[in-house]
Structures are given as C-alpha cells and as structure tokens.
C-alpha cells in the first residue's frame, strides 16, 4: 500500500512497467494487499487457536528473571512457559483445563444431570453385559474368596453341597449384577462427578479437546478465514483517501506521514477483519431484524440443527464414553464409596447364598471374616469391570445412545444458549486474536511500502 505526492522509493518502477498512472497502481494494489492481509490475518488466527497441541519453544537467557516483573496481561499469553522458556501453543489446549470447564458449564450442564446420561447407558444391559463377562469367572472367584477367608465351612461341606454352593452363585450372577448397578444408580449423583471426570480428562488429552472445538464449529472456522477477503473491499477507501490528501492537500491530514497512514490503515482492516469474522459466526444468538444485523443471525447458531449432532457425536466419542464413567465411578475420587456399595450388596448376597446360621456362627466366633469377605468379592467386580467395560465394542454401542440422547437436548436449546458453546471459547482470547490481527496487518503493509514505495 502507498500514498502519492511524496517521494516513493521501490525496488520497482510500476508506472514506467505497467504504463499506468499512480492513482490506477494504488486502487489496484491496496485492495489486493489488503485482502492478503484479511486473508492471513484470519487463517493464521484460526491455526492458533488450535495449534500447537504441546507447547513448542526455546530457551530465552534472562526471561526467567524478566517474567515477573512483566504485567499480568502479558504473563497469561501463551508464550511462555516455565524456566525462561518462549515459544507458542494453541490458545485452546493451553487452556484445556478452563476451556474443558466451559465445555461443561455451556453444553452438559445445560442439557441434562448426570443420572440422566447414566440412564442413557441402559444400566440394565450393562448388568447384564457384567454378569455375562462375570460367569466363567465365577468358580474362581468364589473358589478363592471361600478358601482364603472361610476354609473351615468349606471343608465342611460335602463335594455335592460345595457345587451347589458354587451354582447358587453363579445362578444369583445377573441378580446380583442387576442390584450392583440399581444401587451405583441410586447414589450417582455422589458417585460421579461429571464436570471434574471431563476436565480431567481433556486435560489430560488437550489435542481431544482441540478436536471437539474443531468438529462442532468446523464450517465456521472455514468461514473465518474466507471472510479475510473483505481486505479488498476495505482497501479501495483506503487507497481513496490517500490519493484525496495528495490531491488535496488538506492542511492537517497532509502533514501526517503518508506510510504513518499505510500501517494505520492495514492493522485497522487486519483488526476489522477479524471483529466481523467473529460477529457474523456467533451473534445474534437469535434471529433479527435486517436494521439491527444485517446477516439476521450468527452462522453457528443459524446451523443449530446440524451442528447439534456434530457436538453430540464429539462429545460421545470422546468426553461421554462408558470408559471415562467406568473409571470416574471405580478410580475417581469416590471410588471408595462405589466400592462400598458394591460390597454393601455382596453382603447381602451372601447372607442369602450361605445359610443364616453359618454367617452368625462364622460372625460371632470371628472364624470367618466376613467383612473381609465382602470387601474382596466387591473389589473383584471393581477389577473385572475395566475388562467389561472398556471395550471399543461397547463403548461404540453406547455412544450412540449418549449422542442421540445429547444431540435431542442440544437441539431444544435456544440458538443463543447453543452458540455459547462455541462463542465461550473463542470470546476468551479475542482481544489476542485483534492484536494478532493489527499485527500482521502492520507486517503486510510494510510489504507493500517496500514493494511501491511511500
């Protein structure tokens, strides 16, 4: 981009090249270069939302030193890491323990609790899948606990009643499992914290998170980087206004610097650009009249039906999956009380399957330990579950009843409320994504002053 009137240094003579006049060379090149600068501005904004997953940098001497004198605002950016480290990672998984709360707060918390996803695991079936898989572990199982806790009652019992012993067991197997379950469901909401399970987890797992930000929001994020063009159509008033001093004269606005005016001018569209392109996509929530927007409503929430089941499906593959539940209820941080429902009703199993007057005598002479008992007979369910339940097989089952389930809730949300979603994330480094944007606009612009001269 450049002025007329003053004195132009380029590596090329455009006039004498081309045979047009200067006017003609600067309403030609300002839009072109102001579309590139859109262009980058916005593709690049996009790519650093995302990437990199793992922070990338190098060693700066003297940063750690410098790091805390420098202002808070400037500390938070992703650049630095501990140790006088700079580098760069992707806004959205820097953030991945505060980008996976908002994922919670704006999409499960809204569609539902989570007794509600857990009966969209059909606990039924899952009992049953469990006392399937238990069966031909039953023998060993119960051959193991009896003789490790209660030998003199076993060695008591004929070989007959011994198998009958182990056929009543394995008999009451779905009964049992059928309860286990009843009784995780009743106390779910102690049980399973589900914001914590999923912030774990996308912490852990940042590139999941980044990948659930780009599936749900996929066609907008290409809309961003496209509407980098409008660069063009902000250029030919800028390219106007330059040749208008020239020719003009103007006593105040002549005396600013012309290439002064180039840089404003191309960190102004860069910014510009980049407000639109978040504006369009995610506001307004709901549709208006064409004198207050003149798009109606945002893109995201415009494609509230379709982009539904896109959330709904991440999130079921990747967030909501009986894997993540399973190991939250056995491994979490209530994993002990789960385990003592489990054994809570073992006990009462086993006060049925072994006649009443053998648990009192086994309880009051302390010959068997029955408290024990019940305690390995749960933990081996606890360990027997990551085996059931961790299967892609019936992970993929599940999945889909969770995507159906969320994809109906997420649908009856109102437009403004489902945006959020998307919106939230991105709202919470814009102000980075402008400067990004000035930037770059400033770094095109002085392309073109050395390129056409100023």
Not at 424 to 430: H, L, V
Request: charged share 20%; glycine share 6%; proline share 6%.
């Amino acid at each position: 981009m450049t002025t007329v009137g003053l004195a132009t240094t380029s590596f090329i003579d455009w006039e004498g090249l081309t045979g047009q006049s200067k006017f003609v060379i600067d309403m030609v090149s300002i839009p072109i270069f102001s579309a590139i600068a859109g262009l980058i501005t916005n593709w690049t904004g996009v790519l650093m939302l995302f990437a990199p997953t793992q922070f990338t940098g190098f060693y700066v001497p003297g940063l750690k030193t410098l790091f805390p004198l420098l202002p808070r605002k400037v500390q938070i950016l992703p650049i630095f890491a501990p140790n006088g480290i700079l580098g760069f990672q992707g806004f959205i998984p820097c953030r991945a323990e505060k980008m996976a709360s908002l994922i919670v707060d704006m999409s499960i918390a809204r569609i539902g609790g989570i007794a509600d996803f857990y009966q969209q695991l059909e606990p039924d079936k899952m009992a049953e899948q469990m006392a399937r898989e238990a069966r031909p572990h039953i023998r060993r199982i119960a051959g193991d606990v009896i003789n490790s806790n209660h030998r003199w009652l076993w060695d008591a019992l004929p070989a007959p009643a011994q198998d009958s012993v182990i056929a009543t067991i394995d008999a009451r197997v779905p009964a049992i499992s059928q309860r286990a379950f009843a009784r995780v469901g009743d106390h779910i909401d102690d049980l399973l914290n589900v914001k914590l399970m999923t912030v774990n987890h996308l912490r852990r797992n940042p590139a999941v998170l980044s990948d659930i930000f780009k599936g749900m929001g996929a066609p907008e994020l290409r809309f961003m980087v496209k509407i980098g063009a409008l660069g063009f159509l902000f250029g030919i008033p800028l390219a106007l206004y330059l040749n208008w001093v020239h020719e003009a004269h103007p006593p105040i606005l002549s005396a600013v610097p012309s290439w002064l005016v180039v840089l404003a001018g191309a960190a102004i569209i860069g910014v510009v650009v980049n407000i639109l392109a978040i504006k369009i996509v995610f506001e307004p929530g709901d549709p208006q009249p064409r004198y207050k927007y003149l798009w109606k409503q945002g893109i995201f929430p415009k494609r509230q039906y379709e982009a539904a089941a896109q959330v709904a499906t991440m999130m079921s593959e990747k967030v909501l999956t009986v894997t993540n539940f399973t190991r939250e209820l056995l491994f979490g941080a209530s994993g002990d009380k789960t385990a003592s429902y489990l054994a809570e009703v073992v006990a009462e199993e086993v006060d049925q399957i072994f006649t009443p007057l053998a648990v009192s005598v086994g309880r009051t002479l302390r010959v068997v330990d029955w408290d024990d008992l019940e305690r390995k007979v749960s933990q081996e369910i606890v360990d027997l579950a990551p085996e059931v339940f961790y299967s892609e097989e019936f992970n993929d089952e599940k999945a889909k009843k969770i995507a159906d389930f969320a994809t109906t809730k997420f649908r009856e949300l109102p437009p403004a409320e489902f945006s959020e979603m998307l919106y939230a994330a991105i709202e919470q480094d814009a102000w980075l994504l402008y400067v990004h944007g000035g930037l770059l606009g400033v770094l095109v612009g002085a392309v073109h002053l050395l390129l056409f001269g100023w």
